[in-house]
């Protein structure tokens, strides 16, 4: 049961924010093309902005990734004609700096977005770090803000959201290291920037993934050394329909988000376990600051660029039923934003992205479509539900321990914001069941939705469908029958779907699955 007193977080719409790395074409070819008829004067793809600024991207997170730790920012601003050219070790590829800092605060600035930078701490030192906060925050004056205005920036960016490195827990990673040597270079860090900007918020590199051995060992250790030097922490972790993680059952893979789930308590634990620990006041917050489906191109060949300039890397194709958990992921981080502040949805734009782009104009994939209607639709709280519905059972049965157990999932995931202000709410329902429509029944205590503002679902008969530049419509969006407002109300949602139902609301209300 709940009501509209039942409110368990204010929601942050950062949590569906987004990623740009210098990853494949996601800069060069997606958001930055100088010369095509598709970009404006600052060489930037209209286009894609255009789809940016339209689904309010709140914040976006650069330049990695992997990316980051071997990149010198200093290569990416001044005039562009005396920026070098340089091999990127990440990806393999030719990184030519003719977009960076000041190009992506410029373009967040065009799709209506916040930029949020990423510290190289695997190749570069902490004292460089603070130079970038300088550079970027600092009104003039020091030898770094001074450099930022004779490039042309005479107005501190004011970038608030810094994080602490990217995945440096992981073997993959350029100054990959061990947590005590993390933990200490994250204090030293952050002391030096504060020191320069003490308005900033940072964000400890967690745990990459659950499936290293140092999943949650990693996070405590870290912790132990910079819990007072820091604001939150990132987790990152990708899905994927394969047999090793699911058995290749399209019923366990749309249960992934309860694994997401699982992912923030554990670490929400760690941190808590760590403060009282420390017997610290602060209480973190969490950055989920790269999630996706990604398993399709990740082999060696999707990761290796063979030295070019925007080579096809990570190019996934996303289906029917990759929208559908994407929906789930979003419920989820919905249901724990009480505690998870930033999401960033890996990524934005031809690199495991719900955009692509070429020469002849933009593609939605499958992902855009729920991804959108959590940015247009969820505001104002969210709503602590009770949901009753059956479940089905999956098993752990040889795959991939950190996402398999032996579990009753239920059927029914839902997630509902309420915006007393617009006096709009919104519910969010994926349907796990592949076969048979099932029926959610909304009692609405106190006074009852007064009109339906919008009902419409993602389903299909195939859950392979996906989006090509040739046939962009397959998996859209389609009108679903509304039930009429009332105290009792019954959507009718039907096989493998997501759904969203927007109503006008005096007051709360609980409902139940079947
Ligand atoms: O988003 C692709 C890569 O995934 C990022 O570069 C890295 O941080 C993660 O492992």
Excluded at 233 to 240: C, R
Excluded at 328 to 355: D, H, K, Y
Aim: hydrophobic share 35%; glycine share 8%.
């Amino acid at each position: 049961m709940i009501d509209r007193e039942r409110v368990h977080s204010v929601l942050d719409r950062r949590l569906f924010g987004s990623f740009l790395e210098h990853l494949g074409r996601a800069v060069y070819e997606g958001v930055y093309q100088p010369g095509s008829p598709l970009s404006n004067k600052d060489g930037l793809r209209s286009d894609l902005l255009e789809e940016v600024r339209g689904l309010a991207v709140p914040i976006v997170r650069y330049p990695g990734g992997n990316f980051v730790s071997g990149y010198n920012w200093l290569d990416g601003v001044g005039p562009r004609e005396l920026r070098p050219s340089v091999h990127e070790k990440a990806w393999n590829s030719t990184e030519t700096n003719q977009f960076g800092t000041n190009e992506f605060i410029r373009w967040c600035r065009q799709a209506g977005s916040e930029p949020m930078l990423v510290f190289n701490l695997g190749t570069n030192t902490p004292e460089m770090a603070a130079a970038y906060v300088d550079y970027c925050n600092g009104e003039g004056g020091t030898r770094w803000s001074d450099l930022r205005r004779e490039h042309g920036y005479e107005r501190p960016h004011k970038v608030r959201y810094w994080c602490l490195g990217n995945e440096l827990d992981g073997p993959w990673q350029m100054g990959h290291m061990s947590a005590r040597e993390y933990g200490r270079i994250a204090v030293e860090t952050a002391k030096l920037v504060r020191e320069v900007d003490p308005g900033v918020q940072l964000i400890a590199a967690g745990s990459s993934n659950t499936e290293l051995p140092s999943f949650g060992s990693w996070d405590r250790e870290i912790l132990q050394h910079c819990y007072e030097h820091v604001d939150a922490i990132s987790l990152h972790n990708y899905y994927g329909n394969t047999a090793e993680l699911t058995g290749a059952s399209s019923a366990r893979y749309l249960a992934m988000n309860l694994d997401m789930q699982r992912q923030i308590h554990e670490i929400a634990s760690i941190c808590d376990e760590v403060r009282a620990d420390r017997g610290c006041s602060k209480r973190l917050w969490l950055a989920f600051d790269e999630w996706n489906v990604w398993y399709r191109a990740r082999t060696p060949a999707d990761m290796d660029g063979q030295g070019r300039v925007a080579p096809h890397l990570l190019e996934e194709e996303y289906n029917l039923e990759d929208a559908l958990l994407v929906g789930g992921f979003l419920n989820t981080l919905m249901r724990e934003s009480g505690r998870v502040r930033i999401g960033c949805l890996a990524q934005i734009v031809n690199v495991i992205a719900p955009l692509m782009a070429n020469d002849q104009g933009i593609l939605r994939q499958t992902t855009y479509y729920p991804y959108a209607w959590a940015l247009k639709y969820a505001s104002g709280q969210v709503i602590d539900l009770a949901v009753e519905s059956d479940t089905y059972p999956i098993k752990a049965d040889g795959l991939r321990p950190d996402f398999a157990r032996d579990a009753q999932v239920p059927y029914i995931d839902a997630a509902l914001t309420m915006d007393e202000q617009r006096g709009e709410a919104y519910l969010f329902v994926l349907n796990r069941d592949l076969n048979n429509e099932r029926e959610l029944v909304l009692e609405w205590q106190g006074p009852a939705p007064t009109r339906v503002l919008n009902c419409e679902t993602i389903t299909g008969p195939d859950l392979q469908a996906i989006n090509t530049f040739d046939q962009p419509r397959r998996v859209i969006p389609q009108a679903l029958d509304a039930p009429a407002p009332g105290s009792s109300m019954t959507l009718k949602l039907p096989p493998a779907s997501y759904t969203v139902l927007g109503l006008a609301v005096r007051s709360g209300t609980p409902m139940r699955g079947t």
